[in-house]
């Protein structure tokens, strides 16, 4: 399985940005479709959006308009760039990397996970 790396998570007030960033370990993977879910305490691990192979995107209804997922010159690297961030955006943030082209098949592999919190 392939590792994915990711970073970017911290600590940001309510109504600020963050980006979080994914990208494999090592080089020559396949271009796949990648995806970014996250989990709060208590709560299941939920799927915030996705990204095809090609660059079509998906969201969860809770952060349309306000996080934007996107890929790299390499294609492999994964971004969400996120913004007008809530409280309740708080969570552990998941990257994924799909079977294949489109996401219908789930997740592969997965990232470490990174700790967002939106707080005063």
């Known amino acids: 399985q392939v590792q994915l790396v990711e970073s970017g998570g911290g600590l940001v007030q309510p109504g600020g940005s963050l980006r979080l960033s994914c990208a494999p370990s090592g080089s020559g993977f396949s271009i796949r479709a990648m995806a970014w879910y996250r989990q709060a305490p208590g709560e299941q691990r939920e799927l915030v959006a996705s990204i095809t192979s090609g660059g079509q995107t998906n969201y969860a209804d809770s952060v349309k308009g306000r996080f934007t997922i996107s890929r790299g010159r390499d294609r492999n690297t994964v971004y969400l760039q996120m913004d007008a961030l809530k409280v309740e955006d708080t969570a552990v943030y998941y990257c994924?990397?799909?079977?294949?082209?489109?996401?219908?098949?789930?997740?592969?592999?997965w990232g470490q996970g990174t700790q967002v919190t939106v707080s005063l």
């Open positions: 994924a990397r799909g079977y294949g082209q489109s996401w219908h098949m789930g997740a592969q592999s």
